[in-house]
């Protein structure tokens, strides 16, 4: 109506958006939504601090005038990667991608929780991954990060837990104990579900591990961005994980890639999953080299039709009606790649606890050396190493951990004789030089030239 169209004008010219208790965050989000329908979500990378917080003086929600003629409303700042997300007209990005102060602008890709579909279905993971053959360690120097859409805390496979359970709060999506919407719920019971008589048991299931809990997904499930996905993995550090669990993914920001790769250089090891097209597309953040992508396989061990397919995935695990916990004390089967990850990180906690000396590579490298292969032989990328086994990567780990891995041999001389030299049409071939291994190996040159040995490596001048 015309009264609500004035209202909504009003609103949107007068009212300053810093959310108050005294106003519904759910109605704060729908009324911002509405007053920035014509604005994009953006990231904006700052070249260092100074200019990061010249440029963001304001608080969150404020309107922003950082340079002449852009205008826009800062919704989260990121001051680890001296970036804010902020809502710009394309103007604005554009504008802003251009001044010399600022390293990029890129869009504020969304997520999504990596769930297929509800179905009925029996809890077959748990022996599938050996998690039963394995003895969970009575402390938990690791501790898991899963970062959905929450945790109902009052269920019973948590409710005897709280001691070992923590969180993080965040204005938008609400308090972290709760969790309308299921899907963080059912992916932390096949981690750490409570072996208490009823119910289902975790890969996990003594009560001993410790777990942070962040929620980016609201209560209707839907979609979160990559900036909040940041500040997630932020807070995760913060609370001392080693181990992240994300049952989500989306497109690729660089900011979410510098995030995971922060991760990796502080120990942390990170699980994602690979993604539910059925195809060959990547999925982020599994398909940064910084995390492992994890795809689905049903209780026989078959590639569920909805995981997807590239060279990034690097373990396999049950996904395929899977049973698990569910909001209010209840139970149900959910699929998803959302499923299979969090097998592999309650596994990665499991084996890491057992043995807390290794290193999350070593542990990364152990998970990858004794998954059970399946499909082609060696690494595809429908199952990536295989399916991730638990007693046989803790059995690998003890014996490895600590230990370096063998020196790459020296290269072989090869005879010219065996050297092929290919260049594209039209090019002016120049002088190349390096090491390269077996197969085709393309320079980053403009000439685009292309060398290939077979036999072994050789320098080529």
């Known amino acids: 109506s015309k009264a609500t169209v004035s209202v909504l004008n009003w609103f949107c010219s007068t009212y300053t958006p810093t959310y108050t208790h005294t106003m519904r965050a759910s109605l704060w989000a729908v009324l911002l939504a509405a007053c920035h329908a014509d604005a994009t979500r953006y990231i904006v990378a700052f070249k260092d601090a100074g200019a990061h917080r010249s440029y963001s003086q304001l608080s969150v929600g404020s309107q922003w005038t950082p340079i002449t003629g852009v205008t826009g409303t800062i919704l989260l700042d990121l001051p680890t990667y001296h970036a804010v997300a902020a809502e710009l007209d394309d103007d604005g990005a554009a504008a802003l991608a251009a001044d010399a102060h600022v390293e990029y602008v890129e869009e504020d890709v969304k997520l999504y929780p990596q769930q297929s579909q509800y179905e009925p279905g029996v ?18 120097p690791q501790k898991v990060c899963i970062i959905d859409s929450g945790l109902d805390l009052g269920h019973p496979e948590f409710s005897q837990q709280r001691g070992n359970i923590g969180g993080t709060d965040d204005r938008g999506t609400g308090r972290w104990s709760t969790d309308r919407d299921g899907h963080g719920t059912h992916c932390a019971g096949t981690i750490f579900g409570l072996r208490n ?13 410790k777990v942070h809990i962040i929620k980016v997904f609201g209560d209707s499930g839907g979609w979160s961005y990559s900036s909040s996905l940041v500040t997630a993995v932020d807070r995760c550090l913060a609370a001392g994980s080693t181990i992240l669990s994300l049952s989500l993914g989306g497109g690729s920001s660089l900011s979410k890639k510098r995030a995971f790769d922060r991760a990796e250089a502080q120990g942390v090891l990170s699980f994602a999953a690979a993604g539910n097209n059925g195809n060959t597309a990547y999925a982020y953040p599994a398909s940064y080299g910084s995390v492992v992508s994890v795809g689905s396989v049903d209780s026989r061990a078959r590639l569920s039709g909805f995981s997807q397919r590239n ?14 916990t569910a909001p209010r004390g209840r139970y149900t089967s959910m699929s998803g790649t959302s499923m299979a990850t969090p097998h592999a990180s309650g596994v990665a906690a499991l084996v890491w606890n057992n043995v807390p000396t290794c290193t999350a590579a070593e542990v990364r490298r152990g998970l990858a050396r004794t998954a059970r292969d399946l499909g082609s032989r060696g690494r595809d990328n429908s199952f990536g190493h295989g399916l991730v086994q638990a007693k046989a990567a803790l059995e690998y780990l ?39 291994s077996d197969g085709w190996a393309t320079y980053p040159d403009a000439t685009r030239r292309e060398l290939t040995v077979r036999g072994a490596s050789c320098a080529v001048r």
């Open 197 to 209: 008589g009823e119910g289902v048991i975790g890969v996990n299931p003594e009560g001993n591990l």
């Open 398 to 436: 003890r014996s490895t951990c600590g230990v370096p891995p063998p020196p790459t041999p020296a290269p072989t001389p090869v005879d010219f004789a065996a050297l092929t030299l290919r260049e594209d049409a039209g090019r002016t071939a120049y002088a190349l030089s390096g090491t390269i």
């Open 123 to 140: 809890p077959y993971g748990i022996p599938m991954v050996q998690a039963d053959q394995v003895a969970e360690a009575a402390s938990s």
């Open 311 to 324: 060279d990034e995935v690097e373990l396999v695990a049950p996904g395929s009606s899977v049973l698990s």
